[in-house]
């Protein structure tokens, strides 16, 4: 079960446990619902959002800040939600689309042109896939990090949204079809298969790779899609069935569904591909598809912190929401009787998996699920913004995470609020709710060759794929 916990995001939990495990600990009283704040608006929440992409993308190296506003490095997932964020942003008028084909012109030369090899420092990636950090200095491997199958994937599934997406006949819209092509191409996903028939979540040239594969349900579909659908280094059909083959399919908060505990992996893959009305065999055979098992985890996830088992400050059906996100850092203590044991960056959730919960709410959760369960989610979200604007809401949209049960040992002040944005929590609420309002990845991923042919290669047929010629 560990390593399960500990494939999330690959190896980022465990990096950045290290990696935070000093910072100081900022407490802020826990707030009332908050006077004469800005209404809550999906537009508004949006264009914030895409500002986190459009503003703080590197001016030398053009890749996305895994967090803001510490700098820490860039992350290769986070820049691949950014190359969508751009699309966003032309259809919703907050730029043109020239500046956001310039843009993302610059950022595919600046991932084709890294440096690839074996050595343990100085270049991007190896064999076609990037490592999971980049530095800022020069986008070159951070420290020690894995070169990372489902990150790179991630950052490809961007690729591939901007190559279908920017389709003008002139010099800039040309070039990034053909980078992007380029990209994807030379990923050599069936050098990173480990000898089971699943996929290893990485590789480090000072140990080989990651013994640890994807097996059960996770963020992966989108990375054995893209594998399968390769036209240079396409891994075997017959993977799609040995991955499904460990789901674990169970009744969890009144829900039958394949489970897995964080949301966010349950809105991964559904960023880039529609699956309302496709089926592979093991859905077939279930009776729904993966959307509606994305809408049934998201309502056990509200049910969960409905029923409030630890007794969680704040948790309400307004105010829930368990994914991977910071956290107000590792620490024991009882508070009003109650031991409790808090976390910074962690692969919260609940789920017959696992359950990790620590009171701890990322507004991601919800807004990634909007298109699942807009009902809940919504609401879910308007009340976040306008119950704790202040120390939850800033130029970025929301934060990345609050927990309201915390209470600082020597101030006695409840409360932490996040200083930080994530990236790849900034990516899910963008692309989710646009995809929500309007379709727009999924038509733009739809006409995708490559994610049709992997769709197929995995036994996926009925709805939108049968319009496919």
């Not at 950045?16 to 999906?42: D, I, M």
């Not at 290893?200 to 594998?227: D, F, N, Q, V």
């Not at 038509?443 to 709805?463: D, H, R, T, W």
Request: charged residues 20%.
């Amino acid at each position: 079960m560990l390593f399960k916990m500990l494939s999330l995001r690959v190896g980022m939990v465990l990096f950045l446990l290290l990696f935070f495990g000093s910072c100081e600990v900022v407490t802020k009283q826990q707030q009332p619902p908050v006077e004469n704040v800005t209404a809550f608006n999906l537009d508004e929440l949006q264009h914030r959002t895409f500002n986190y992409f459009w503003e703080l993308a590197d001016i030398n190296n053009f890749q996305i800040p895994d967090r803001y506003p510490k700098r820490t490095f860039t992350s290769i997932a986070a820049t691949g939600f950014g190359l969508t964020a751009y699309i966003v942003g032309v259809e919703k008028g907050y730029v043109t689309r020239a500046e956001a084909a310039e843009r993302v012109l610059n950022t595919l030369k600046v991932l084709y042109n890294l440096p690839q090899g074996d050595e343990m420092s100085g270049t991007g990636g190896y064999k076609g896939f990037f490592y999971h950090f980049l530095t800022y200095e020069n986008a070159t491997r951070f420290k020690d990090v894995e070169l990372s199958s489902i990150d790179t994937g991630l950052l490809m599934a961007g690729v591939l949204s901007v190559q279908s997406y920017f389709d003008g006949e002139n010099e800039t819209e040309n070039s990034i079809r053909q980078l992007a092509d380029d990209l994807y191409r030379r990923v050599e996903w069936d050098w990173m298969m480990a000898d089971e028939g699943t996929m290893s979540m990485g590789w480090r040239p000072e140990k080989g790779k990651i013994i640890h594969t994807y097996k059960g349900y996770s963020e992966a579909m989108i990375l054995y899609i893209l594998a399968l659908g390769s036209p240079t280094h396409a891994i075997e059909p017959g993977v799609w069935q040995n991955w499904t083959k460990t789901y674990p399919w169970e009744t969890y908060q009144d829900q039958d569904f394949v489970n897995y505990s964080p949301l966010f992996t349950h809105h991964y893959s559904h960023m880039y591909i529609d699956f309302r009305g496709i089926q592979d065999e093991y859905m077939r055979g279930k009776g729904i598809d993966y959307f509606e098992n994305s809408r049934r985890a998201t309502i056990a996830n509200r049910n969960y912190c409905l029923e409030n088992p630890e007794n969680a400050v704040g948790y309400s059906e307004n105010c829930w929401g368990l994914t991977a996100c910071d956290g107000p850092g590792y620490k024991e203590m009882e508070i009003d009787g109650k031991n409790w044991t808090f976390h910074g960056y962690s692969a919260r959730g609940a789920s017959s998996v696992y359950t990790r919960d620590d009171g701890t709410i990322a507004p991601t959760a919800a807004g990634g699920s909007v298109p699942f369960a807009p009902e809940i989610c919504l609401p879910a979200l308007q009340y976040m913004w306008e119950t704790y604007n202040k120390d939850l809401v800033g130029e970025y949209g929301f934060k990345d995470a609050f927990n309201l049960t915390w209470e600082d040992a020597q101030t006695g002040e409840k409360g932490w609020f996040d200083d930080d944005y994530l990236g790849i929590d900034q990516g899910p609420i963008l692309i989710q709710i646009e995809n929500y309002k309007t379709g727009l990845v999924w038509e733009v991923m739809s006409k995708n060759p490559y994610i049709i042919q992997g769709l197929k290669k995995a036994g996926f047929s009925g709805g939108w794929l049968e319009n496919i010629e």
